[in-house]
């Protein structure tokens, strides 16, 4: 009975990680409107993203009676692991000024060979030859997506090497920052608490280093200019942050920070149906060979969770 209750939480597990990834996704598709049509900087959308995000989850703790006290542990804790998602969600947003989203969503996917080797030099968590197979596959999956379209090419070639360079410097840089984001979520005094509860520290942490980073740059922080910025805020508030960051939590609980970083390649098969469906854009053989490796990825993280369920289970019996 109780192998069987491990196994439905890694499935749950494994379900929460796919749609952490899949709504992490859609950040381009409510904050490129932002800086295109609305002319919003980049420090003001992540500001209001963390500050609509954070009164979201604060509402959900009220009528979950859930309280935000926290150990003075815990939050020095939180801090800690905050500033790398504050980083992170800077990161990409600046970095969809130099190089296309594609080519940004392929470089961040290098967070979970970031998460693997972390994991197993501080957690001394084994890493298997199939564990690195099925990472290795799903970053070369998402290769294949990021470069299956036309735009790119083009691109590159209009702009200078030091805009190109500094594109992917920032875009490399949130694979870092945001493994050791999903790193840091096992501390102790951090994984012990509610997902909400610390999703909220991290949102209103995020928030108050924008404001303060703000003030040494000259625009500041805008107010929302219009409805239809309001409207593209608050869904990026609410996918891509709110839920998001709590299934991602509730994945690292049930199946760990290696498996969850995996599965993040669902982020890019989002990208790839908006990009089909609501911008029109090509589906290439580049594309289906990019989906089919992601797809492959995520069924043999399954089938390994499986097993190991399996092998548990004839280890007991035995």
Same mark, same amino acid.
């Given at each position: 009975m109780k192998s069987k209750?491990?196994?439905?939480?890694?499935i749950k597990g494994i379900l929460f990680a796919l749609i952490s990834s899949g709504t992490f996704g859609l950040i381009p598709l409510f904050t490129l409107p932002l800086i295109q049509e609305e002319g919003m900087n980049e420090l003001s959308i992540v500001f209001h993203r963390y500050v609509l995000s954070a009164g979201l989850i604060a509402i959900l703790c009220l009528i979950d009676r859930k309280s935000l006290f926290i150990s003075f542990r815990s939050f020095i804790r939180l801090f800690f692991i905050s500033v790398f998602y504050a980083a992170t969600a800077v990161g990409l947003?600046?970095? %969809?000024?130099?190089?296309?989203?594609?080519?940004?969503t392929t470089i961040h996917f290098l967070y979970p060979v970031v998460v693997v080797f972390l994991m197993a030099f501080f957690y001394k968590e084994t890493i298997s030859k199939q564990l690195l197979?099925? #990472?290795?596959? #799903?970053?070369?999956g998402v290769g294949f997506l990021a470069s299956s379209g036309s735009s790119g090419g083009q691109y590159l070639q209009g702009n200078?090497?030091?805009?190109?360079?500094?594109?992917?410097?920032?875009?490399? =840089? =949130?694979?870092? =920052? %945001?493994?050791? %984001?999903?790193?840091?979520?096992?501390?102790?005094?951090?994984?012990e608490l509610d997902s909400k509860v610390i999703t909220f520290y991290v949102l209103v942490l995020g928030a108050l280093f924008y404001a303060l980073f703000a003030q040494f740059t000259p625009e500041g922080i805008q107010i929302i200019p219009s409805a239809k910025a309001w409207l593209n805020l608050s869904l990026l508030a609410l996918?891509?942050?709110?839920?998001?960051?709590?299934?991602?939590?509730?994945a690292v609980k049930n199946v760990g920070s290696t498996i969850t970083s995996i599965l993040g390649a669902a982020e890019p098969i989002v990208a790839i149906l908006c990009?089909?469906?609501?911008?029109?854009? #090509?589906?290439?053989?580049?594309?289906?060979?990019?989906?089919?490796?992601?797809?492959?990825?995520?069924?043999?993280?399954?089938?390994?969770?499986?097993?190991?369920? =399996?092998?548990?289970r004839m280890d007991v019996s035995s």
């Amino acid at each position: 009975m109780k192998s069987k209750f491990l196994f439905l939480g890694k499935i749950k597990g494994i379900l929460f990680a796919l749609i952490s990834s899949g709504t992490f996704g859609l950040i381009p598709l409510f904050t490129l409107p932002l800086i295109q049509e609305e002319g919003m900087n980049e420090l003001s959308i992540v500001f209001h993203r963390y500050v609509l995000s954070a009164g979201l989850i604060a509402i959900l703790c009220l009528i979950d009676r859930k309280s935000l006290f926290i150990s003075f542990r815990s939050f020095i804790r939180l801090f800690f692991i905050s500033v790398f998602y504050a980083a992170t969600a800077v990161g990409l947003v600046y970095s %969809y000024n130099y190089i296309p989203s594609g080519i940004v969503t392929t470089i961040h996917f290098l967070y979970p060979v970031v998460v693997v080797f972390l994991m197993a030099f501080f957690y001394k968590e084994t890493i298997s030859k199939q564990l690195l197979l099925i #990472a290795f596959l #799903a970053i070369v999956g998402v290769g294949f997506l990021a470069s299956s379209g036309s735009s790119g090419g083009q691109y590159l070639q209009g702009n200078t090497l030091g805009t190109l360079v500094l594109g992917l410097l920032l875009a490399l =840089t =949130t694979a870092f =920052t %945001y493994g050791i %984001y999903i790193v840091g979520l096992n501390l102790r005094g951090i994984r012990e608490l509610d997902s909400k509860v610390i999703t909220f520290y991290v949102l209103v942490l995020g928030a108050l280093f924008y404001a303060l980073f703000a003030q040494f740059t000259p625009e500041g922080i805008q107010i929302i200019p219009s409805a239809k910025a309001w409207l593209n805020l608050s869904l990026l508030a609410l996918f891509p942050t709110v839920v998001s960051l709590i299934t991602l939590m509730l994945a690292v609980k049930n199946v760990g920070s290696t498996i969850t970083s995996i599965l993040g390649a669902a982020e890019p098969i989002v990208a790839i149906l908006c990009g089909v469906f609501i911008f029109e854009e #090509a589906f290439t053989l580049g594309s289906f060979v990019g989906l089919s490796l992601v797809v492959t990825a995520v069924t043999l993280v399954m089938l390994n969770t499986a097993k190991k369920r =399996t092998q548990k289970r004839m280890d007991v019996s035995s």
